[in-house]
């Protein structure tokens, strides 16, 4: 449904987007995921039609829209100060785009309030309403022109913590039930993994990764990923043999069997393994905890490992200073 | 989709035309006209030299004018000095009742047409004025004991009357910025209080007092129809010689564009020189302290009862004038006492011919009503699209031309616009466009600054926001910031349509037969000592510019309100009426090129405080 080819774009001597491809299926959504700073509005921006790159395309349902301005190309955005008109009312705001439209505007005004809660807030005025009732005007004034893509540019990060994962799980629910084709803009890691089919992740206006959330959250491709969603456990090592998907991996002097991941015999790479993949009680490493923070149902504990540091949850009750036994029950070699 | 896409480069061509349309219009009517005078100034038998120049400096009149032109500025500044700092000091420290509204008052001298002030002096101060006549009556005096009529000091005194409630907000502002803790320091470590006023709250003010100071010696330099009326022939600024060799008896084109290239070269070094200062001034402002204030009226001070000395005389300079004005509107004098009548007012809106005015008084108000109607409207195009033009390319070249208007007085733009509407292609408007023409290049830039920091303040999410929901870019103008700039821009046309209304100097330069505004009617009613019909026309002027100025006010404090989160431009709330976009000078060209009369603004203070800050802002 939405695609982009090779997109760059500068501003003066920086570079947002470097030869930037993705693709979006129909009725799927995407988030993009990255630190601030990293390209990802941008990107948001050009496919609206906001911004012009200054290379690469831009396609709509397989037609090149690279220089079609943004009334043409028939995309939703949801902006991230929700850009409610504060002079027009809740239901002039939502009937704004179907005015470019034929058809019943009352009716339609209606329908999208009935579908994100707000029926009977025709009248009031953006100011008049609370952040997440705003947030709600914005995805209807978004979807009334029924657009063919939705773009949301972090459209829940104005929002307290706890309303946040409200209005998180409610969108999910809303954009599957529309069969909505959608591309996310978030730097919340919870939001990405939570609401998207798949997740790209940026980092200096280049796409490092994108996959499902749990292949994700598994199998990260580079370091950056790895550390980006969630914590991890990565310890510098070399690859010293290879067996199909399998690889053993040399750190401080111990060999770890890894999954080989892109790596051949003899890459330098790091270790990767994620907090929860570690079996306290088990195998035949020792560590040495440093500290233990209580979690309420389990313990984090840092501890070390030949001088490596280790990150970990357990339900032992252990304190700073105790050795214990450890295995990794999973790893992945990731290049360095 | 809807419709065949345009390609992006069709509205890149619609941006470049939306940049070009400004550029023609100031091209035609402003950098041609212009170029004219230069011309005309430096060119002889085609050739550039500076001839002219010199033969007019060698001049002992022009000489006259130009000595005369800096004493008069420098005499003003430091009157508008001895009258503005106790009115600042005054409001700074004391709490009264009425205090606000007080405040608010100083901008009230301001934005009068400054023709009405001179009306008001001449009744108020003449020979036979109501300070004689009272003087005379109390004291039992057979002559007039004040004359200043027709001398340095009548032109002098007028401009303290515009300028000393510039300097009050002037040092109003930095005082109630200034950190008071140096002071109690100061006090703490035995100084006493006139001490610590001397040797630390006085060099803190310091900065603000110059920065008046300098402002107030631009502003008088470019005065014209206070020293035209009350100075005469004898008492003429530069400006004034531009007017006297364009338009006199001894009329001399040549002679008159050498003396506005005089005055233009003058007017571009003040400039420089304020810029330049206001820029080191403004360096050591930016406190936030509030100065503490004391009650004024309390038993056990009797010592403030001294400013009573300072206050009463200060009501008599400010409020005679205006008064006496209104007063004789609406009386018919006769030997032995004076009736009330609305004869004057009748006799404004009287259709029939009077050979002093050259036209009918009916008739002069209409054409002001035109006039300003047209400049109004023509400025607000004119302001929006400069300003559309100045959002999207930020270039401080292009600002400079698109604001340039700004740094050319009054007089000399009437020169120019004269001179070209004698050839094609304005020859073919008729005379009245030129006043149009002329109030639009003189408004417009007021209009900008009023308009673009609402725009600035204005999330840009909210066009881009119109334009993915189907807007195009001239709809999503329309629907969504037009109607959000609205109260600015209503307040910009009411106060662009003020000025116009109360402008005289390019009138005075344009004006021709049966073309007769408001302001120019009073001068000659002044010249025929027709002092009733004069009154009731100044009175309607006064309250007409005093309610577009009400309404600029209360709009603009309104919309900076309603978008104050967005908007770090937002000057305090009891700051608001004067800092709001800063209404320029008296709704005459008595200042051209003339800065706000605010004080330095607390967040804004580095632009705020220079004439031309705007080109730098």
Avoid at chain 1, 48 to 56: H, I, N, Q
Avoid at chain 1, 308 to 314: A, I, K, M, R, W
Wanted: glycine share 10%; aromatic share 10%; charged share 15%.
């Amino acid at each position: 449904m939405l695609e982009v080819r090779g997109l760059t774009k500068r501003f003066g001597s920086i570079v947002a987007v470097e030869d930037f491809s993705l693709a979006v299926a129909a009725g799927e959504i995407l988030a993009l995921l990255g630190p601030s700073g990293c390209g990802k509005t941008t990107v948001l921006r050009i496919v609206a039609g906001l911004e012009r790159p200054d290379s690469g395309r831009v396609l709509l349902a397989g037609q090149d829209a690279t220089d079609w301005p943004p009334e043409r190309r028939g995309v939703g955005l949801v902006f991230q100060s929700y850009a409610l008109f504060p002079h027009l009312s809740v239901a002039a705001n939502v009937a704004y785009g179907l005015r470019f439209k034929g058809g019943d505007r009352k009716g339609r005004v209606g329908e999208l309030l009935a579908l994100v809660g707000l029926s009977g807030f025709e009248r009031r005025k953006p100011h008049q309403l609370s952040a997440g009732q705003q947030q709600r005007v914005a995805l209807a004034r978004a979807l009334a022109p029924e657009p063919r893509v939705l773009l949301l540019d972090e459209p829940l990060s104005a929002l307290d913590a706890a309303l946040r994962k409200d209005l998180r799980a409610e969108l999910r629910g809303l954009l599957g039930k529309l069969g909505m084709t959608a591309l996310y803009v978030t730097h919340d890691q919870g939001e990405a993994l939570a609401l998207a089919d798949r997740v790209a992740v940026m980092r200096e206006g280049r796409i490092e990764q994108v996959a499902p959330p749990a292949d994700l959250y598994a199998r990260p491709r580079t370091p950056f990923v790895a550390q980006f969603l969630g914590r991890a456990n990565l310890w510098p090592g070399r690859v010293v043999s290879v067996d199909g998907d399998r690889a053993i991996v040399e750190v401080a002097g111990e060999r770890i069997a890894a999954e080989r991941g892109e790596c051949r015999d003899g890459d330098e790479v790091f270790l990767f393994f994620r907090p929860e993949w570690v079996e306290v009680g088990e195998g035949t490493f020792t560590a040495e905890v440093e500290s233990a923070e209580y979690l309420g149902d389990r313990w984090e504990l840092r501890a070390r490992f030949h001088g490596l540091p280790l990150v970990l949850v357990t339900a032992h009750n252990l304190r700073p200073g105790n050795t214990f036994p450890f295995a990794v029950s999973s790893a992945l070699a990731i290049r360095r | 989709m809807a419709g065949p896409p345009r390609r992006l480069t069709g509205r890149r061509a619609a941006g470049a035309a939306l940049a070009l349309l400004p550029l023609l219009f100031l091209g035609v009517a402003f950098f041609w006209p212009l170029w004219d005078v230069l011309r005309l100034g430096l060119q002889v038998d085609g050739r550039w030299t500076g001839e002219r120049l010199q033969a007019a400096l060698s001049d002992p009149y022009v000489r006259r004018l130009i000595l005369f032109t800096l004493e008069q500025a420098a005499l003003s500044a430091l009157l508008s000095l001895l009258l503005g700092f106790p009115l600042g000091w005054f409001l700074t420290r004391y709490r009264f009742p009425g205090r606000g509204l007080l405040r608010a008052f100083t901008i009230v001298p301001f934005v009068l047409p400054s023709i009405t002030v001179a009306l008001g002096f001449v009744l108020f101060f003449g020979r036979s004025g109501y300070l004689n006549r009272f003087l005379m009556a109390v004291l039992g005096l057979g002559e007039p004991p004040i004359q200043v009529l027709y001398t340095l000091w009548a032109v002098v005194l007028a401009h303290a009357f515009y300028n000393a409630p510039v300097v009050a907000r002037f040092v109003n502002a930095a005082w109630e910025r200034a950190d008071p803790t140096p002071v109690e320091a100061a006090r703490t470590l035995g100084a006493r209080p006139l001490r610590a006023f001397f040797t630390v709250t006085l060099p803190l003010l310091l900065p603000a007092v110059l920065s008046a100071l300098a402002l107030v010696f631009v502003l008088c330099t470019l005065s014209f129809s206070i020293p035209l009326a009350l100075g005469g022939a004898r008492y003429a600024t530069v400006e004034v010689g531009v007017y006297l060799y364009a338009r006199g008896v001894v009329a001399s084109f040549p002679r008159a564009a050498a003396l506005a290239i005089l005055t233009l070269g003058l007017s571009l070094v003040l400039t420089y020189l304020h810029l330049w200062g206001g820029g080191t001034f403004s360096a050591r402002q930016g406190g936030v302290g509030l100065a503490p204030t004391v009650p004024l009226f309390t038993r056990s001070r009797p010592s403030r009862a001294l400013w009573l000395l300072y206050l009463l005389p200060a009501a008599v300079v400010f409020l005679g004038p205006i008064a006496a004005v209104i007063a004789d509107s609406f009386l018919h004098p006769a030997p032995g006492g004076a009736s009330p009548t609305l004869h004057w007012y009748r006799m404004i809106l009287s259709p029939a011919w009077n050979p002093f005015i050259e036209s009918s008084p009916l008739a002069a108000v209409r054409t002001s009503l035109v006039v300003g109607g047209g400049a109004t409207a023509l400025s607000l195009v004119l302001g929006l699209s400069v300003s559309a033009v100045l959002r999207r390319v930020r270039s401080r070249v292009l600002e400079t031309v698109l604001m340039a208007p700004l740094a050319v007085s009054s007089v000399v733009l009437g020169l120019a616009l004269l001179l070209a509407f004698r050839r094609p292609p304005l020859s073919a408007l008729g005379g009245g466009w030129a006043i149009v023409l002329a109030h639009t290049l003189i408004v417009y830039p007021f209009v900008v600054r009023a308009i673009r920091p609402l725009w600035d303040a204005l999330d840009p999410a909210l066009p881009e926001a119109a334009r993915a929901l189907g807007a195009s870019p001239f709809i999503a103008f329309r629907t969504v910031t037009l109607p959000l700039l609205g109260g600015g821009v209503l307040a910009a046309g009411a106060f662009a349509f003020a000025l116009s209304l109360g402008e005289m100097t390019a009138v005075a330069m344009l004006s021709g037969p049966g073309v007769m505004t408001m302001p120019m009617a009073i001068y000659h009613f002044l010249g025929s000592r027709d002092f009733g019909a004069a009154s009731a026309m100044a009175t309607v002027l006064m309250g007409t510019t005093a309610l577009a100025a009400w309404a600029w006010d209360r709009a603009g404090s309104r919309w900076l309100k309603r978008d104050g989160a967005s908007a770090d431009s937002r000057p305090p709330a009891e700051n608001a009426p004067l800092s709001f976009a800063s209404p320029p000078g008296g709704g005459e060209g008595r200042v051209r090129g003339n800065p706000p009369p605010s004080g330095p603004k607390p967040s804004t203070s580095r632009s705020a405080a220079r004439p031309f800050g705007r080109f730098h802002a």
